[in-house]
């Protein structure tokens, strides 16, 4: 199964990113996780079929109302497989 790391940046924290992006994965059918980064961007990492990778990338890229994303650095990533759901990572 195709894994992706995506990195958002731009307003992504303090504004319900994370928990719009477990409800995101939840509608693309991907399973991973999702944690702020100290640098104020947030990291996703998500396993799925390419067209739920694809649904999901443009739902990141488009984030939650008070959210404003400028950009959304993917990169394929080793899938692992043990993945169950969507979570955030505190």
Known sequence: ?????FII????QGVGFR???VQAATRARVVGTVKNLPDGS???IAEGSLASLA???LEL??????????AV?????????HYKSFEVIY
């Open 1 to 5: 199964m195709p894994a992706r790391r």
């Open 9 to 12: 940046r731009g307003r992504v």
């Open 19 to 21: 928990y719009f992006t």
């Open 42 to 44: 947030v990291e996703a």
């Open 55 to 57: 649904a999901f990338l």
């Open 61 to 70: 890229r488009r984030g939650p109302g008070f959210s404003r994303v400028t």
């Open 73 to 81: 650095d993917e990169q394929d990533y080793p899938a692992m497989g």
